[in-house]
């Protein structure tokens, strides 16, 4: 059986000010998100990893470094596929802004239908990403690897393999720097986990940014 550990990209400053970053060259984790990245990468300092799969922009490729601390002789592979939702015009946007749209309401009610302007639609982003999912488990079959993406892919990823229509992926929810597991078997798949973030769950006392 292969394991896919699919792992949100910690916090970063546009996930705390509610604007939707998307391919934003530059946006890093800010100093809860590396918080965050180095909680997980603790959580996970024990599991017998074979790789770690990164999309190419900066906040998940740190977040994969943290990971890495703890397991030194992994290889870091960059994966397109896994990559943000191309949101064109909206990349940069504030979300409260959005949400007065009607495409928002396309994108929370209707997907399948959404489209982003000068971008990509959900249904593109979803067969991209799962074709890279499927590329990922065909290169290990068997074993544990770490997928580190974007919430709205990992939520598509997730209603795909769980049988759930493209429509309803939005009532799905995937935190910053959570855990979810799907397992491939030779005749079937399962989820196994979805959105952990224990590993975050400590007094706000003694967390960066609270």
């Known amino acids: 059986m292969t394991q896919i550990l699919l792992v949100r990209h910690a916090e970063n400053d546009y996930v705390q000010s509610g604007r939707l970053a998307g391919w934003t060259p530059g946006v890093h984790l800010n100093d809860r998100g590396k918080w965050q990245a180095e909680a997980l990468g603790r959580r996970l300092a024990a599991a017998k990893l074979q790789r770690v799969y990164s999309s190419p922009l900066e906040r998940a490729i740190e977040t994969a470094h943290s990971i890495m601390t703890h397991h030194p002789d992994l290889e870091l592979h960059i994966e397109e596929g896994i990559g943000e939702v191309r949101y064109g015009q909206w990349t940069g946007q504030s979300l409260k802004k959005l949400a007065r749209t009607r495409l928002w309401q396309v994108v929370q009610h209707y997907p399948s239908r959404a489209r982003f302007p000068d971008g ?24 544990a ?14 209603a795909h393999y769980a049988g759930m229509p493209i ?11 959570s855990i979810s597991i799907i397992g491939f078997h030779q005749i079937g798949v399962s989820i196994i986990r979805l959105n952990d973030v224990c590993h975050c769950e400590i007094p706000d006392a003694n967390i960066p940014g609270k």
């Open 120 to 143: 990509e639609s959900i249904r593109e982003m979803q067969v991209r990403s799962v074709g890279a999912m499927e590329q990922i488990v065909d290169r290990h079959p068997d074993g």
């Open 145 to 158: 690897v770490v997928v580190i993406s974007h919430a709205d892919v990992i939520k598509v990823v997730v």
């Open 167 to 177: 429509d309803v992926f939005q009532r799905l929810t995937i935190a910053p720097a």
